[in-house]
Each structure stands twice: as structure tokens, then as C-alpha cells.
């Protein structure tokens, strides 16, 4: 620690950017819970129910930080997606600023299935309860098999669930295996799956080492659905990855 601080000090240009993500972590600290405590606030009242406070996700809460970050966000929509029915959306995992993107992206109010460690985070945990995300747990297979048949529920009443299939978050430069069972949500709903290609989230925000973002492009594309009618966990995982792995090789 100390040759770090050492460090910053003969280097301005490095003290700079360390003076300026601290900003940026206060920023997005306060942006966050300040959001979470008003589309709380506004679920208590009941206005809107939980679309109200999903929508304030994607308006507000999301491009703040995107801006905060310095992020230029493109998207890549694809005309072929009928956004009125239910989807699991499956993307390749790089940084926390994903969730930003597609929040962002994806013009429908979207949920996600999220770790379990994710409940002992203050707010986030309140907010995900409130708007009806999931959280799965790394072990247990009775309460994993419960949480699917909660997310498998929500996609059935019409919801659009976002997973991470891969488990964890990658370094970018790699997409790894899709775990099969995160596919189980969209056959016992009987939804398509939507695979979409996130690129440069892990440029911009590191899921390494302390908070520190550099401003970057960030380029949201989506696939085409997969129906899952006669398909099995394994071979839905497969096409799921070939079409991220070929949106992200369409690089301009």
C-alpha cells in the first residue's frame, strides 16, 4: 500500500485519475441509493406496482451512471424481437456495469436472476425484492431448484428475466461455457431464448482490483431468439454461446 501511495504521488497523471474514480465511487454510491430509496418509496405507495419502479431503473437510475462513467453506449437492436412476450435474456458477463447496459438496452421492463450474495448488499437487496427478481443460491440444489421454479414462474406471467450463464464475470477478452442449467427458466416457461452480446463494459469498469473506470464504448447487440420447444439445457447452451461469440466477432 504504501509504494502504491508512493506511487500516486510522483505521478500526477495517476493521482489524477485515482482523485477522479474516488469521485466517481461517491457518485455512484449515492446516485444508487438515492434511486433505490425512491423507487422503494414509490412501491410502498403502490404507483405503478413493480413496472413503475423497473422503468425508473432504465430512465434514471441506469444512464446516470453510465454517464457518470463516461460510457457511450450504442445499441444494435434487432427487429426480428417481438418485446410483448416473456424472454430469457442471456448475455457473456464482464462487469457490474452490464446490468447498467441492459437495463439501458432492452426497451421493456427487465429482471434478473441474481447471486445470493447479492441479498446482504444494502438496497439492492429491498430493490430486487420489491420489482420480484430471484436470487439463486451457489449451493444447495433443493433451494436452486426452488429459485428456477420462482424465475420459471415470473417468465410464464410474462416477465423478461436476464441470466448470466456463464456464473461469473470474464475478463472480456474470453466468453466461457454456458452452464446448462441456467436454460432450465426458459423450457419449464416455455419461453425463447435471447442471446445478447455485451462489448467493452469490462474496459470501461474492471471486475478486478479497486473501483476504477475509464471512459469507453459500450456496444449492446441483440440475437435471435431461440425457440425451445423439443430442445435439451445442453443444446440450448451451445447455440446461446455461438450467437454471443458471433455478435461480439461483428465488430466494426
Known sequence: MNHRIAALRTDPARLAWAVLNALQLVFTLLWTAGWIALALAVWALGLGQR??????????????????????????????????????????????????????????????????????????????????????????????????????????????????????????????EFKPGAFQTALAAGADVLPVALEGTGAVLPADG??????????????TPIAVAGRDRQSLAREAREQVLALLRERS
Open 51 to 176: 413496472r413503475l419502479p423497473l422503468r425508473m431503473a432504465s430512465s434514471c437510475w441506469a444512464p446516470g451512471l453510465l454517464w457518470g462513467a463516461g460510457a457511450r453506449l450504442e445499441i444494435e437492436p434487432n427487429p426480428g424481437i417481438d418485446w410483448s412476450r416473456p424472454y430469457v435474456l442471456v448475455a457473456n458477463h464482464q462487469s457490474a456495469i452490464d446490468i447498467c447496459a441492459l437495463f439501458r438496452a432492452v426497451p421493456v421492463p427487465l429482471r434478473f436472476l441474481l447471486k445470493q450474495e447479492m441479498q446482504r448488499v444494502p438496497f439492492v437487496n429491498g430493490y430486487a425484492r420489491a420489482t420480484g427478481m430471484v436470487f439463486i443460491p451457489r449451493d444447495g440444489r433443493r433451494a436452486a431448484a426452488a429459485s428456477l421454479q420462482r424465475s420459471a414462474d415470473l417468465v410464464r406471467a410474462g416477465a423478461v428475466l436476464c441470466i448470466f450463464p456463464e456464473g461469473t464475470r470474464g475478463d472480456g477478452a474470453t466468453v466461457a
Open 210 to 223: 479497486l473501483f476504477g473506470v475509464r471512459p469507453g464504448r459500450i456496444r449492446v447487440r441483440f440475437g
